[in-house]
């Protein structure tokens, strides 16, 4: 069974860091995009970071873009963000996700997959206080 778990959220004021965890069971980081979305209130769910794990080659929301860091630990099917210079607009409900394969912007553009399956984890939150 697959499974992922987010982990790392908090209360951090404007310009701190925090670090976001997602330990995967129930498959291999061999092959596969995993990523990192999140949903504030009121508003989507959007791509914030997305990594194929076989070359590290990754996609960064705009708004993302310098600040924050998408990594992953194949060895220990972890994947990481590091999140710098946050902003309150960061603030949000932070979630992974895999797919197998290596379609890593399909994946954070949410355009869908007719082959594969997605596996998310729950949500860990995130927020940014003045």
């Known amino acids: 069974e697959v499974q992922l778990q987010a982990s790392g959220g908090g209360l951090v004021q404007a310009g701190g860091s925090l670090r976001l965890s997602c330990v995967a069971s129930g498959f291999t980081f061999d092959d596969v995009s995993v990523g990192w979305f999140r949903q504030a209130p009121g508003r989507e769910r959007e791509g914030v970071s997305c990594?194929?794990?076989?070359?590290?080659?990754?996609y960064y929301l705009d708004s993302v873009k310098g600040r924050f860091t998408v990594s992953t630990d194949n060895a220990k099917n972890t994947m990481y963000l590091q999140m710098d210079s946050l902003k309150i607009e960061d603030t949000a409900a932070y979630y992974c996700?895999?797919?197998?394969?290596?379609?890593?912007?399909?994946?954070?553009?949410?355009?869908?997959?007719?082959?594969?399956?997605?596996?998310w984890g729950q949500g860990t939150l995130v927020t940014v206080s003045s």
């Open positions: 996700a895999m797919v197998r394969g290596g379609d890593y912007k399909r994946l954070c553009l949410q355009l869908g997959f007719d082959d594969e399956e997605e596996y």
């Open positions: 990594i194929r794990t076989s070359d590290n080659e990754a």
